[in-house]
């Protein structure tokens, strides 16, 4: 059974890099009819796409986040990671990573990881 | 960017009654739709996707019906398990927008 895990830090000062990182167990990151997703979800709020990536290392970025988002993925450790600079007291939120089937170019998110709350604050 | 608008906010239902949630598009997104459950300090669970198509494991009392703009979630008859929030999800597009989520709660 394909299970994702999230780790990082819990707690990011203004103006730094959020760092996470995905592990995929019970299966390949490489798998040619997937691919991979972050999506965050700020304390008592709804849930927003921050990104996608393929094993060759295409990626989709949220318009409203690219300018500070990189995801990067490592086949070789089954892993996939997110940065996000320049973060701010908006970025506060549970992260989490999840695979998302492609279709057409993406599709649904299944499974999830369990999410990391990563807390922006000084 | 296509929005997803559900309703209502709030859903009040008695256990054993039927639940019919809404999700609404700015645009045609045929049927590439999915609809997740989000229980209380959990991650999303995946119940439909092409709009109608249960996911793996997902108990029958749970459908999905629309294409187009308008999609409807139906819980059959509400299980203690069901109190959650809903989401939709389109996916026509490659930059995938979620609804803001259907509250469902014991009335």
């Known amino acids: 059974q394909l299970q994702l895990q999230e780790s990082g830090p819990g707690l990011v000062k203004p103006s730094e890099t959020l760092s996470l990182t995905c592990t995929v167990s019970g299966g390949s990151i490489s798998s040619s009819s997937y691919y991979w997703g972050w999506i965050r979800q700020p304390p008592g709020k709804g849930l927003e796409w921050i990104g996608s990536?393929?094993?060759?290392?295409?990626?989709y970025y949220n318009p409203s986040l690219k300018s500070r988002v990189t995801i990067s993925v490592d086949t070789s450790k089954n892993q996939f990671s997110l940065k996000l600079s320049s973060v701010t007291a908006a970025d506060t939120a549970v992260y989490y990573c999840a695979r998302l089937l492609q279709w057409l170019v993406l599709g649904w998110f299944d499974p999830w990881g369990q999410g990391t709350l990563v807390t922006v604050s000084s | 960017e296509i929005v997803m608008t559900q309703s209502p906010a709030t859903l009040s239902v008695s256990p054993g009654e039927r639940a019919t949630l809404s999700c609404r598009a700015s645009q045609s997104v045929s049927s590439n739709l999915a609809w997740y459950q989000q229980k209380p300090g959990q991650a999303p669970r995946l119940l439909i996707y092409g709009a109608s198509t249960r996911a793996t494991g997902i108990p029958a009392r749970f459908s999905g019906s629309g294409s187009g703009t308008e999609f409807t979630l139906t819980i059959s008859s509400l299980q203690s398990e069901d109190f959650a929030v809903y989401y939709c999800?389109?996916?026509?597009?490659?930059?995938?927008?979620f609804g803001g989520g259907t509250k469902v709660e014991i009335k």
């Open positions: 990536i393929y094993y060759s290392g295409s990626t």
């Open positions: 999800q389109q996916y026509n597009n490659w930059r995938l927008t």
